[in-house]
């Protein structure tokens, strides 16, 4: 700012010298001269924002958010386009200030400010009523379930194996669905959260990871033998019928727990917690705190789990090889473990 330009025109006037220079600083980290100069008097802003003649489209576009535009972490200043997380430390916001050109006045709005100009549309009939079916799906439908259920099983243990299959895998299915349309409503891409097309190298990371799950568990099982896993409380599957429900159901509960566990809380703990190690940490207390019930050594097993399948999301950011290493592990567990 402040150089002397060649051919200069007036690209349009902040509304105060602070506006002004944080045009001018946009326009800069995209590689457009700026210079500033004082407005006229009967101007409503003490200064003008100039460009070079030949400079004058492309920074009318960036000023107008184009998708050429530019964005600037706040964690840690890296530079990436327009629509994206930043690839460097996955930090969703931007510093760059969002500006709307109005004839030859730009209206000046911080990133972290809401957008006044034009006014958002208010929720449509349909999008409530999405709303209120995600409502739905996690206060209302898991304790129907339970209801339901509790009419066809024995009076006691172990259950069916293809009730609790139902049981689990319609309560996983109404988890995933309120979790993505939270992501689908945030207005971020699924991308973000690893949720892209599966790939075929997915199968490859999907044994390898079945393979360093099984080799986890004999390690901490003797390294704390005197501990015991408490046993599951249902029967294994006895039939074609089973066995079909048993892979339905690991399918649906290993894609519900990576995507809460790693794929979506890793994403958000890591911009909350600015680290990704504690990120990783805090997802994999949480996902083991729900294990409780298979005794101190499963809920040993399954911290180290989460922390190694959490640094594997870090790696990898995809949620695919994580659902079907989980998924082949639970299976193997059933049949052979």
């Not at 800069?28 to 004058?56: C, F, H, K, Y």
């Not at 809401?114 to 409530?128: F, H, K, L, M, T």
């Not at 979506?264 to 890591?270: C, K, S």
Request: glycine content about 8%.
């Amino acid at each position: 700012m402040g150089i002397v330009l060649a051919d200069p025109v007036e690209l349009c006037r902040g509304r105060s010298s602070s506006d002004a220079r944080a045009i001018c600083l946009t326009l800069e980290r995209a590689g457009i001269p700026t210079a500033l100069e004082a407005s006229p008097q009967d101007a409503p802003s003490g200064l003008t924002i100039l460009v070079t003649r030949s400079d004058e489209s492309a920074a009318r576009v960036l000023l107008e958010r184009g998708d050429g535009s530019p964005r600037h972490c706040l964690a840690c200043g890296a530079t990436y386009a327009h629509g994206d997380a930043c690839p460097k430390c996955a930090w969703p916001r931007d510093a760059v200030p969002t500006i709307f050109v109005k004839g030859t006045e730009c209206d000046f709005v911080p990133a972290d400010e809401p957008r006044s100009d034009p006014v958002a549309d208010p929720i449509r009939s349909s999008g409530i009523w999405w709303e209120v079916a995600a409502v739905m799906a996690v206060g209302v439908v898991p304790n129907l379930l339970n209801a339901v259920s509790s009419f066809i099983r024995p009076s006691v243990f172990p259950v069916e194996h293809w009730v609790d299959s139902l049981e689990l895998s319609v309560m996983s299915g109404c988890t995933i669905f309120v979790t993505l349309y939270l992501i689908h409503r945030s207005g971020e891409p699924f991308s973000r959260f690893g949720i892209t097309r599966p790939h075929v190298p997915d199968l490859f990371f999907g044994a390898l990871f079945l393979m360093a799950g099984q080799i986890l568990w004999g390690f901490v099982s003797d390294l704390f033998s005197g501990l015991r896993i408490i046993e599951y409380y249902f029967q294994r599957p006895v039939g074609a019928v089973d066995h079909v429900m048993m892979v339905l159901k690991f399918s649906i509960s290993a894609f519900a727990e990576e995507l809460v566990t790693r794929t979506y809380l890793i994403t958000r703990l890591e911009t909350l917690l600015r680290s990704r190690t504690k990120a990783v940490l805090l997802a994999a207390l949480v996902f083991s705190s729900y294990h409780l019930y298979q005794g101190l050594l499963g809920v040993i097993d399954t911290f180290l789990f989460g922390v190694m399948y959490g640094a594997a999301y870090l790696a990898l950011r995809r949620i695919w090889p994580l659902v079907l290493g989980h998924m082949l592990y639970n299976v193997w567990g059933t049949l052979l473990g």
